[in-house]
């Protein structure tokens, strides 16, 4: 497929460059659909093609299935610049990132099963637990529920797009985005295999949370690990062990037996 050459991407981009970003995003949407990130019609992939045309994916469709020609541009209000029928429903999502964040230059949403349990249990994914999740993402919050594909949604977000670049959607699901589709999509991928982690590590008596001198090691240490991060080493830091400290877990019994010895006080007293 050839795209309109009136789109907005770089014209000084070799002619071959043009077609890359529909193929990616097509390669994407197959790599989501087939690991079980999104399954029927569900998420949603966009590109920045240059400084007003978007490159999004058409509401409804099987990202696994997903052909160059089913998708859209669109310009940074959401009008349809070329295609056929509509862009995603959560099109003012992606338009949020990119107005929001120059250094995005993609985002993806999807409803990972794991990841999106813990957004439907209303816990966000915060805690320094894996080197690799604390090195790429820092933490990873939880925006309150807004309908999907409204603005909405956008509100709740709208205090998280600057400082993260994944973000878990109350009772809904994950987005993310980065500097190409790519490392929007691994991302993803890292949300949801740290859920999965996380929810094996509290079936098994509850992770084990690394201290705040070893977080600002792994921070430090960024670069090389070969990781670029835009939001730099001002990115808010998972919780760590220190934050844990002050919590103080009893068991059933112990705590009927403090409140029948306070009671026991209490009459004694009277
Ligand atoms: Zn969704």
Known sequence: MTPDSKLGWQEDEPARSKDKY??????????????????AGEGNLSVRLGADRILITPAGACKGMLAPEDLLVIDPEGEVVSGKGQPSSETPMHLLFYRMRPDAHAVCHAHPPTATGFAAAGRALEEAVLPEVIVNLGKIPLAPYGTPGTWEVCAALERLVERHDAILLENHGVVTCGPDLRTAYFRMETVEQFARVMFAAEALGGPHLLPRSEVQKLIEARTRYGVTCPRGNSAELPRTAEAMEDRITFRRQELESFLEEAIRKDRARR
């Open 22 to 39: 529909w193929n990616e995003i097509c390669r994407v949407g197959r790599w989501m659909y087939e690991r079980g990130l999104a399954v």
